[in-house]
């Protein structure tokens, strides 16, 4: 079988897409290939003068790219209220929305602007919010999708409802890989709840595989730059593949045309750390119906806002 390449993304013309964290890593490849394809494309992003760099950088390579930046500071719920009402004043639909933003390991508890732990507040209750306030976008869309980026990690989390923000223990990595159980859960819960209610929109899920980008830098650094950090950028050099195309599962999740709501795609060798995308499977603890439903309604519980299906 030939390697799926960002060449066989579809044709994207007339679609309106919103990539979170856009401005750097795989957010910025899925960002460049799509505008590249003929989307309209909405950068969600926290900083920007960062993100005002990172559309220079793809229209000096995409000279027709439609961009546009709009600020996003998915720790701080306020800010994702006021992100959705300017994208819904701004835009009638929605096609595309890849929930893509995230921060790994950071070493020590930090909090969220409303006191949510630090990547599970970033990557799950802030992606929960935006997706369910530009649900109506999404409604108005043409076959819309929303494709939530996980992580192969997601194998080391388990929810512990008892204590969701980990304020009895932390553990930078158990942090993160509940985070990114958080994010499988919800896309799995998100697809089952649309089909019941019978929308068009679908919901699929994506891991990159193991990428050269600035998550191993950004929140293990947060505390200052250590061995620890100047150890992870080693090993990455090593090992990982280019954010390009670590991009691949991401865009394939957003464009393909044999994609199903509830799919799950990762890269399709070793480890699932590289190679071309393929439909990878979830772990049992991640298409726990239960724990899905129970996290759907703490989530919507914890950031005020319900989804409108
Ligand atoms: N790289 C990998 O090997 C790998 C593997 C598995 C999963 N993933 C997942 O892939 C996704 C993208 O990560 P990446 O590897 O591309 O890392 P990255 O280069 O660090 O990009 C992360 C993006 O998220 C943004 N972000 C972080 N906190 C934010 C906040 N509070 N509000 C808005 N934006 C925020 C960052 O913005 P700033 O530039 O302002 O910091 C940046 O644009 C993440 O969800 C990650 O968990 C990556």
């Known amino acids: 079988m030939t390697a799926w390449t960002e060449a066989d993304v579809p044709d994207q013309a007339g679609r309106v897409a919103l990539v979170t964290g856009a401005n750097s890593g795989l957010g910025f490849h ?20 960062r993100a005002t760099t990172a ?11 439609s961009l546009e930046l709009c600020v996003l500071d998915l720790a701080d719920l306020d800010s994702v209220t006021r992100f959705s009402e300017e994208v819904s004043s701004r835009h009638a639909r929605l096609d595309i929305l890849v929930n893509n933003a995230g921060v790994m390991a950071v070493p020590t508890r930090h909090t969220t602007a409303q006191g949510h732990e630090l990547q599970f507040g970033t990557n799950h209750l802030g992606h929960f919010a935006l997706t369910a306030r530009l649900f109506p ?6 076959d819309a999708r929303v494709v939530t980026v996980t992580s192969s990690l997601h194998r080391r989390g388990s929810i512990d409802f008892d204590d969701i923000d980990a304020e009895l223990g932390y553990s930078r990595w158990r942090a993160y890989g509940n985070s990114k159980l958080a ?14 209610t019978r ?29 620890r950090v100047a150890a992870m950028e080693a ?15 991401l865009l394939y999740a957003a464009t393909a045309s044999d994609v199903a709501g509830g799919d799950y795609y990762a ?36 950031t005020g806002v319900s989804f409108d299906l």
């Open 30 to 49: 899925v960002t460049r290939v799509l505008a590249g394809s003929g989307a309209q494309v909405i950068l969600g992003c926290r900083d920007a003068p």
């Open 267 to 302: 890269p399709r060798g070793i480890l699932e750390w590289r190679g071309s995308p393929a439909k990878a499977r979830a772990t049992r603890r991640a298409r726990d119906e239960k724990a899905a439903a129970r996290l759907w309604e703490l989530s919507s519980r914890i």
């Open 183 to 196: 994010n499988l859960l919800f896309a799995f819960e998100l697809d089952r709840r649309l089909r019941a």
């Open 55 to 65: 559309m220079e950088q793809i229209q000096a390579t995409v000279p027709q790219a």
């Open 137 to 142: 976008l999404l409604r108005e869309g043409d």
């Open 235 to 249: 090993v990455e050099q090593i090992f990982a593949q280019s954010a390009a195309r670590g991009a691949l599962p």
């Open 199 to 227: 929308n068009a929109t679908i919901s699929v899920a994506a891991h990159p595989g193991y990428a050269a980008t600035e998550l191993s830098t950004s929140g293990p650094g947060l505390d200052g730059r250590g061995v």
